[in-house]
């Protein structure tokens, strides 16, 4: 199978899912971008756009290469209230609309080097878990979408929603622009922090506007396909149709409870052990295209290799490689260059897919009690603030957690 | 402490490590770069040099941020036996010589926007494997060499090498250049693959002309620390000095025996679960500075984030952070500008240093039983060739394998 | 507190648990005899109370002293049906009758040494699984039930059934004594193996006649308080009255589906790692006792010193030690008397309820995956049969087996 | 393969180990009978021997059908020092001769129910820990001895000695007598407490009168054919003969130190996941025979099933079954009488033999830092009081400890 070119006139998103095509999204920018030094775990915002493009860009060009259809604008977290937050510094340095303005240039940039879009994200805001207004949060995604319309994305997406009411709100605003929308919600089979099944969060948005749906974030792949399971069922039930969409974390994580990942005590520090293998992801790609999924992506911890390997495992069906696999031999099969036997023996596909990896962490379980605090919208230590979070604050958190 | 400036006159390795000071090495620059899509494992060479400089530029550069004092070129396994072996296309395409060039110029210009210098770098060759005289394969380290001196690079590192004889070797070819010359041996506590101890092997390279000795790849920190450690002992027994270096791979492997990770089922495409944790590392740092050792940084999975780790922990006995810390909290202190109540408990210092990091994987084993085929330097199957392994080849390999 | 003396005139079953007491169960007879070496794993029937009466007595004794209330006849597969399957030999030795009237007089004899009952007890056929109409099963229990009233026990238990049908057929047979009769289902929270859920069969065993219901065997305690909770709500919600009782297994079983721990891989003879310890056991009883449950016994694998577990935490509600605290300082006070100093500062609950216990095999994981068959009843697999299974049956079962 | 009959005339134990035979030692008495309820895990003393002589008639009993060939007087730390050590109540009841006569007496009327020997054990003296004199520490074992040679043992054994000198006082006392010894030490492969490597060690008991050295206690299996591997080194690097002998733990203890498991902090309360299966023995056997060791049992964990699980493994070169396997199926075929298919599918050795356990315990590790003190002998904290321990002292036991 030959690599695709770059050159071929675009299709846009539904065309292209209308058409019975796989698109694949990208994989995570706040945590990859963590690793190399350019975003700051905590607040999480954007400014690396402005501050260091070159960065920015060349973890779109490795995604483009393996295998991306969407050049995601790198604006997670890039609302005006996110930027001044809890002693975040960046809204005095840059504006929001400066962050997101370079986002959508480099985006556009690296999605002109293949066969990618561009797409304008949004996602939840504390705004919203400070109970401000509808009309106020909703003021607070228009910025954005003043952007995304100026900077002409191709298409947009809500995502990292833990209420369906914000996801709608979202989905509303970004309806208005006219282009394409999707929507995705960071939650579990158990539903939206409210309660509200999946399901029934899938319809309310595709009513809201939305052509594509599904999850993103938040949950480990196999968790991930049961929701978007739950989804399907919900959307068939209510006889409504739309696209499904899916992007997991890269983190196996059995244990976490409704609110995911970021309960559990390793993040987001010391997830390393529970990242997933490119062989966890074939599976993993193979499993979303059998439930009908045609928009398979990752989220936080998702590499480039990651989205490769979703490239691969689905290149029977879609005709072709990224360019990224002339780097890298199927299943492993690259090792039968290497200059060791015990290692060339290791160069077929039944290897890889049966092996079970060992942890190396004798001294450490392989499952943790999630913290649990129960709280969400409304709750007093969710209001936010734009001051630094203060010592006297910090130290009655240190004394309510269960250590 | 203030990020330190980058226009101050360079002092040379030795000066700064005559001088008392640490100093920071660079990552791992084949598994970074082959998980960002530029590296093929198995043949595992650097042509990435010249096909894609602006990925190998952008990993220097966040090496750099992380607080690496050395840029070492990228021109690991580039000798022109490795470049044209088993089937690698490599030779073909572009010369051993234009490699390294590049390689070179790439790790200048990424060193003059810091206070970073160059190192040239050459490792074990499959030449050795295959039993060619002590005249043919230095005559490969001379070709780098060549290059070395023309790029004008600060000093030379031998790294990665299984035999003492061979390592020898290649510090005999690099003393030539009048230039200081590090060494590392990729052994553990056993010592090299003809069972001589690590002590005897420091003594013998710094005979040879190294003036920085310790060990690099293959295992875990904890392994590495006491084998350098083995080093340390054998050069006060003999009386012979020495500055003392160390780089290992960012995996945890308790479980490997002589021949280090490499052996281990999980190498190289199942590694995930054995990442270490930045807390992992500046525990690490902190020992090998108790230890003595000058020269501290990293191998294979050591990523930007894990550089910077050595940085932070060693900055009250530098005085300075790197640049990359402008996006890091640390011990987490950046936690406190997250949304969550529950993640804000988690900004401390205690918190991270006695988590026990779960693995998130309740069906796979905590540790692993290497592959331990006990062959080396001249064994059949070490022999390398210049093309393909055949499909008998891999038969056999298959059959051989204990699965 | 003093141990309580063995002469007081007992109460009845009923007259216990009507008064608020919370009685004792016993542990499991066919594990802890078969590796003291008198009952044959695979067949698991109880003609020990024949051949070897001594050792049979020497356990009841034990529970006895641990604290156990009621002295359940080992009479667990003692149906005529089950005594001469698939190539068992028992039928042809002794009568099914025989061994049940000696099962009953070791009970008693043991019984009359201290305070408590003997339960008569029946459990699921092979002829129930093989269709059998349900005037053949009834007239197997009734067999059993003419010794129990011969044998004048004080009280009878339907248990370890899989199916409410069953179930009900045996406490209707039981209920035609007179006597009070207790019946628990080998469920989980999915209910009987045809689904009906737990809520359910509790109110159909009252119905039939039982006065004390809930679950034993198959579960680890964690999951069987899930499953009386479960049948907690559904006599509530049926507003059906009676006492509740459990007597889950000793082994944690967090990985096993509807079927229990026989479809783990490691049943019946790797059980080991999961054997649970006293200090699990006090968490169970406190959790049962919160739950309301006043019958509180164990299954296979609760050795002696588990069922004193139950009665040292529930020490302060009952007022009393069992015998074998003798032998036992709470929460390991009996360490003070150590040699080892180390030893001594483990003498405190706090030490003991914390501890984490590691297994000791880092090359196993932590959870199985269930062989899950997902055939019951009618099954042409379950049909039973006299005679021994043949080679060539067994190869087709080994053929099937996924391993 | 027949049962072997109980009334042919009896060799001796060198008669034995002389013509080639394999003897097969018990287990564990202490921690059998503590989970059983006669034994107190702190002092571990075994004046069960006169409180119940019926359970531990039964456990010999056990052990015999199970295939041992030695009743071992349960007179573990039946020394008067250790009777009335630390509060430990039971001097003041019974004489230490008493305990041991009851001891002896229990062990021969078992003995005489089958093929097997009685020898008289001595143990570790608190006393030689408080540093008292030589002369002082062999009074105590003449005093058992006394006992030994006016009940007519066959043989005598010293075991679970720390240190060599005590052990090779005890031996000497012993071999007084005139009758065969046995002498077997708790350490591993690092020696004595002392440090005085293994092989040395088993030199010195041979020349002091053992005729039959080896290991006992405190490491697994594999940890204790390692220490036995380096005494049969040392003595044939001496030139001196004698017969190997072995009976270790029922844990994994691949994380224990020089001190064996009591330094683990599961020792004793929670070493159940620990626990061996009869699979994991039938191994040990194997490779003990192998290494030529003759007399081959068990020590602490070890249940009847585990020497039966000896017994059946060697039961090729014995030439007959114990009378135990009447109720067991060799490699697990019993299973093909089991009601459920899948289950049946499990009656073959190569099930057994690949099967790797899973510990149910996904919040565990699989290895413990064992607490390693680093005292012994002489240190203030192993002085021996008569009087129990103080809550001043147990304090200062708790703040020192490491949790």
């Not at 996110?82 to 985006?107: H, P, T, W």
Request: proline share 5%; aromatic share 10%; hydrophobic share 40%.
């Amino acid at each position: 199978m030959a690599a695709i070119g770059a050159k071929q006139p675009k299709k846009g998103i539904l065309e292209r899912l209308n058409a019975g095509e796989t698109v694949i999204g990208d994989g995570g920018f706040v945590f990859a971008l963590e690793k190399r030094g350019y975003v700051k775990a905590g607040p999480w915002t954007p400014e690396a756009t402005v501050e260091h493009p070159e960065a920015v860009r060349q973890l779109h060009r490795e995604f483009l290469r393996a295998g991306s259809n969407v050049m995601q604008t790198f604006t997670f977290y890039a609302s005006d209230d996110k930027l001044e937050n809890r002693g975040n510094y960046v809204a005095e340095k840059f504006s929001g609309q400066a962050v997101n303005e370079a986002a959508c240039d480099i985006a556009r940039e690296v999605a002109d080097e293949g066969d990618a879009l561009v797409a304008g994200g949004v996602s939840q805001t504390p705004s919203y878990l400070s109970c401000k207004s509808e009309a106020y949060v909703k003021e607070i995604f228009k910025k954005q979408l003043v952007v995304f319309e100026k900077k002409k994305v191709d298409f947009l997406i809500a995502e990292y929603f833990e209420h369906i009411e914000e996801a709608t709100w979202a989905v509303e605003v970004l309806k208005g622009s006219g282009k394409p929308v999707a929507a995705t919600m960071c939650i579990g089979p158990e539903g939206d922090l409210n309660g509200i099944p999946a399901g029934k969060c899938a319809v309310q948005l595709v009513k809201a506007g939305a052509s594509i749906v599904g999850v993103n974030c938040h949950f480990d792949p196999v968790t991930a396909l049961n929701t978007v399971k739950l989804m399907k069922e919900g959307l068939a039930a209510a006889n409504v149709k739309a696209h499904l969409m899916i992007q997991p974390i890269a983190y196996n994580t059995p244990d976490c409870g409704k609110q995911g990942f970021i309960d559990l005590p390793e993040f987001p520090f010391a997830l390393e052990p529970r990242i997933i293998t490119r062989w966890d992801v074939q599976k993993y790609a193979r499993e979303a295209y059998k439930l009908g999924i045609r928009y398979i992506g990752g989220c936080c911890g998702f590499e480039p290799y990651h989205i490769r390997a979703i490239a691969e495992e689905l290149a029977p069906e879609r005709g072709f490689l990224p360019k990224a696999s002339e780097k890298h031999g199927t299943w492993g099969s690259g090792l039968d260059m290497h200059t060791k036997p015990w290692v060339r023996a290791r160069a077929r596909k039944e290897y890889w897919e049966k092996l079970l990896p060992a942890s190396g962490r004798p001294y450490c379980p392989s499952m943790s009690k999630p913290d649990a605090w129960g709280v969400t919208k409304g709750a007093t230590e969710l209001m936010q603030q734009k001051e630094s979070t203060s010592e006297q604050q910090l130290h009655e958190l240190f004394e309510k957690q269960k250590f």
